[in-house]
């Protein structure tokens, strides 16, 4: 398999999600490894989670979230396969400390701790023009 990073080709991206329009959070893959991912997200004017110019934690979540779920697709395309679909199991825990606006441009570090029978913890910042703004630790799992 062909790697082709860095890549913000929109339809190659999403093939690698189980989300589709509008409720895509990621559009950028920047860099990849077996423990981790760097991912990108320019925040439209017709995302779902903006209100009053600003994109709620609960997009913020979606994003770190979609940015795992492109971790794992990214992994199976290398393997040959389709992507399976996945879920957030749990929060342990997750810190905004900036709310974004319109236009802004994040980019999320996912580092995969440990990887067990389809469960996977993980640790994620998002940055803002370099900035940390939020940062959490999740659980995911697999269908």
Same mark, same amino acid.
């Given at each position: 398999?062909? %790697?082709? +990073?860095p890549?913000?080709?929109?339809?190659f991206?999403?093939? +690698?999600?189980?989300?589709r *329009? &509008? *409720?895509v959070m $990621?559009?950028?893959?920047?860099?990849?490894?077996? %423990?981790h991912?760097l991912?990108? *997200?320019e !925040?439209?004017e017709?995302?779902? *989670?903006?209100?009053?110019?600003?994109?709620?934690?609960?997009?913020?979540?979606?994003?770190?979230?979609?940015? $795992?779920?492109l971790?794992t697709?990214?992994?199976?395309?290398?393997l040959? =396969?389709?992507? &399976?679909?996945?879920?957030?199991g749990?929060?342990?825990?997750f810190?905004?400390?900036?709310? &974004?606006?319109?236009?802004?441009?994040?980019?999320?570090?996912v580092? !995969?701790? %440990?990887?067990?029978?389809?469960?996977?913890l993980?640790?994620?910042v998002?940055? +803002? %023009?370099?900035? $940390?703004i939020?940062?959490?630790?999740? =659980?995911?799992? $697999?269908?």
């Amino acid at each position: 398999m062909e %790697n082709i +990073l860095p890549t913000s080709d929109k339809d190659f991206v999403e093939s +690698l999600i189980p989300q589709r *329009f &509008p *409720f895509v959070m $990621v559009h950028e893959l920047s860099e990849y490894s077996e %423990n981790h991912l760097l991912s990108g *997200f320019e !925040i439209k004017e017709d995302s779902l *989670f903006i209100q009053d110019g600003f994109f709620q934690a609960s997009g913020l979540i979606e994003h770190q979230a979609q940015s $795992v779920a492109l971790h794992t697709g990214y992994k199976y395309y290398l393997l040959g =396969k389709d992507a &399976p679909t996945g879920y957030i199991g749990a929060i342990k825990s997750f810190e905004a400390f900036t709310l &974004p606006e319109t236009g802004d441009h994040l980019k999320s570090e996912v580092t !995969i701790l %440990n990887e067990v029978m389809g469960v996977t913890l993980v640790d994620i910042v998002t940055t +803002l %023009n370099g900035e $940390v703004i939020a940062k959490s630790q999740m =659980k995911t799992a $697999v269908k």
